[in-house]
């Protein structure tokens, strides 16, 4: 498995280089927004660690910059911890967000969920299709189509309309959706499952404010129509 890590604090991605290497992983490194675009045009990453504060373009610039040609997981790094600033990580495209100073155990765990979900195997997948209307899952591509027609998702937009699609009129509230998604207990903002949602919406239905699959069970949670 192939990480990019970006941060303008030298030593820190020194550190977290070391760390990741220590589990196997091949690490390249920048320091700047627009290397790390630059890089990941090219680079064949399995995943992205990104700071959010860095020179030439920041980090939020540079997730939108990446998003435009590649659905490459991106963990978004930070020394803020305000919910809001979490909140438009993820509308720029990020798939996890992390408050420095961070234990370097919890993100090793974080980039082990963040790569298992981009690359399950097929053996794990219960069918290679799932179908319903003109929505459809290749679930050993990884791949959304709609009316025939591919839909770029990212990695956690995948994970979340699969898990809807396979257990159809099933109502998840935002709390289960995180521990199961993103697979980790999140201590932050259930409003990031809102996000995803209305992303998910934007780029699935033909009506995002009408919706035709992807419906809200008020003051309850989330479920598939199908």
């Avoid at 498995?1 to 820190?12: G, S, T, W």
């Avoid at 690359?119 to 959304?144: H, M």
Wanted: proline share 3%; net charge negative; charged share 30%.
């Amino acid at each position: 498995m192939k990480i990019l890590v970006v941060d303008d604090e030298r030593v820190l991605v020194k550190g977290i280089k070391f760390n990741l290497e220590n589990e196997g992983y091949q690490v390249e490194t920048a320091y700047d927004g627009k290397a790390a675009v630059e890089l990941a045009r090219t680079g064949g990453f399995d995943l992205i660690i990104l700071d959010l504060m860095m020179p030439e373009i920041d980090g939020l610039e540079a997730c939108m910059r990446i998003r435009e040609f590649s659905n490459v997981p991106i963990i978004m790094l930070t020394a803020r911890s305000e919910d809001a600033d979490k909140i438009i990580g993820f509308e720029c495209g990020a798939d996890d967000y992390i408050t420095k100073p961070f234990n370097i155990l919890e993100l090793k765990a974080r980039v082990r969920a963040l790569l298992r979900r981009a690359g399950s195997s097929p053996q794990s997948r219960q069918a290679s299709l799932i179908q319903v209307g003109g929505l459809a899952l290749d679930t050993e591509q990884r791949v959304a189509l709609k009316g025939g027609q591919v839909v770029d998702l990212t990695a956690k937009e995948y994970d979340l309309i699969e898990l809807l699609m396979r257990n159809p009129r099933r109502v998840y509230s935002r709390e289960n959706l995180m521990n199961v998604v993103w697979g980790y207990a999140y201590a932050g903002d259930y409003r990031t499952v809102d996000v995803h949602i209305r992303r998910l919406r934007e780029k699935l239905e033909d009506n995002p404010a009408q919706p035709e699959y992807i419906m809200t069970k008020w003051g309850v949670g989330y479920y598939f129509k199908g």
